[in-house]
């Protein structure tokens, strides 16, 4: 026999996907039913997408990203710092008690740097910003360049179109 847990995990795998409003709906009802089922308060749900925007879910969530970064690294060249921004600003939005002072990012570097800084342990990343390797240095180097030209602006090339073959 299913628990209630069960049952409304089932009922968001079924509805999840549809861009149906009504099924949308129910997607939000079946992450209440969830988050109920497993005992969160219902002051801590968010009603209109049925999420749960708990304390332990703020940390569970938080545990999870300075994990990662510490596991992985962190290289804002591949969008990890649009991620945990993102991540960090929709905790803001509903719980900004939470993240008041809170810096994950700074938590995960500190985890990152004292397990990696081991002397039998290396972090195998070559793009980690936290301690970068010379290609990770020469590629930052060359995009700051490249920045640097954008923000100057187009070069004036003369007649025709500019960076044309035929100028």
């Avoid at 996907?17 to 969160?40: F, H, N, Q």
Wanted: aromatic residues 10%; proline residues 5%; charged residues 30%.
């Amino acid at each position: 026999m299913l628990t209630s847990a069960q049952r409304a995990a089932m009922m968001i795998s079924r509805y999840a996907d549809s861009a149906d409003p009504d099924r949308r709906t129910s997607t939000a009802d079946a992450r209440i039913a969830y988050c109920l089922a497993r005992g969160v308060d219902m002051d801590d749900i968010d009603p209109a997408s049925g999420y749960d925007r708990s304390r332990r879910a703020y940390e569970s969530v938080r545990a999870s990203w300075v994990w990662n970064i510490k596991m992985h690294g962190f290289s804002d060249f591949y969008g990890d710092g649009d991620r945990i921004a993102a991540a960090q600003a929709s905790w803001a939005a509903h719980r900004p008690g939470f993240t008041a002072g809170d810096d994950w990012l700074a938590d995960a570097e500190k985890a990152h740097r004292a397990y990696w800084e081991q002397p039998e342990r290396s972090c195998s990343n070559p793009h980690c910003d936290f301690h970068p390797s010379d290609d990770h240095a020469e590629l930052l180097r060359v995009i700051a360049e490249m920045e640097a030209e954008d923000a100057a602006g187009p070069a004036d090339l003369g007649p025709g179109v500019q960076g044309s073959l035929f100028d």
